[in-house]
């Protein structure tokens, strides 16, 4: 059964970094697009970044140059690293992987507050 397990959120000043995990199982990882989502309080799910099994990868315009995705397919491990974060970035982040079938993980609170 696929599992995906997201970890690493928490509270961070303004300027401060993160960064997440995602642990999966049940799945062939490698072939999986993986990516990043993230639900702000009363906001839609949206795309922060995804990385395809190739190793290419996407951002939101609106994390561009801050946040960085990257994979590990022999851990089965997703990552973001999130510098210079801002309050906008507040949300639950959740762990997605792609392919005709999609998983979530539960998803990882990420506050930007000082």
């Known amino acids: 059964q696929a599992r995906l397990v997201e970890s690493g959120g928490g509270l961070v000043q303004p300027g401060g970094s993160l960064r997440l995990s995602c642990t999966s199982s049940?799945?062939?990882?490698?072939?999986?697009?993986m990516g990043w989502y993230r639900q702000a309080p009363g906001k839609q799910r949206e795309l922060v970044a995804n990385?395809?099994?190739?190793?290419?990868?996407n951002y939101a315009e609106s994390v561009e140059g801050r946040f960085t995705i990257s994979r590990d397919n022999p851990r089965t491990r997703l990552y973001l690293q999130m510098n210079n974060l801002k309050p906008e970035d507040t949300a639950v982040y959740y762990c997605?992987?792609?392919?005709?079938?999609?998983?979530w993980g539960r998803g990882t609170q990420v506050t930007v507050s000082s």
């Open positions: 997605r992987a792609g392919l005709s079938t999609n998983f």
């Open positions: 990385i395809s099994s190739s190793g290419r990868t």
């Open positions: 049940g799945i062939n990882f490698k072939i999986y697009t």
